[in-house]
């Protein structure tokens, strides 16, 4: 089973940027050959679909909430995968996922994913 690992979350104020970071490990086919989804739950609300990123970097999706924000990434060499934030507002607060599964076809439905990270946290305030 293919295990992940978030990073780079913190505290940051409104307007600020963040590149968070997915490390991927223990994957039975190389990475490339997975779909990397980017997560978020904010207190008290449902997890939320962020964006995605197909095999090699082909095609990736957004949600409205961040589109034009946020930026996915992928260096399957390096075994990793992130999430570039700009312009980040309080709204923007929550725990952060990244999620893989072996398909070709990506998703922003958690039951579309099967191997999880533990999530980091992102504070935006002043």
């Known amino acids: 089973q293919i295990q992940l690992v978030e990073s780079g979350g913190g505290v940051v104020q409104p307007g600020g940027s963040l590149t968070l970071a997915c490390a991927a490990s223990?994957?039975?086919?190389?990475?490339?050959?997975?779909?990397i989804g980017w997560f978020r739950q904010a207190p008290g609300k449902e997890r939320e679909g962020l964006t995605c990123?197909?095999?090699?970097?082909?095609?990736?999706r957004y949600a409205d909430s961040v589109k034009g924000r946020f930026t996915v990434s992928r260096d399957d060499a390096k075994n990793m995968a992130y999430l570039h934030m700009d312009d980040l507002n309080p709204e923007d607060t929550g725990v952060y996922y990244c999620?893989?599964?072996?398909?070709?076809?990506?998703?922003?439905?958690?039951?579309?994913?099967?191997?999880w990270g533990q999530g980091t946290q992102v504070s935006v305030s002043a």
């Open positions: 990123i197909t095999q090699r970097g082909w095609t990736s």
């Open positions: 223990n994957f039975t086919l190389p990475l490339e050959y997975y779909i």
């Open positions: 999620a893989a599964e072996l398909s070709p076809v990506c998703s922003q439905k958690q039951e579309a994913f099967n191997a």
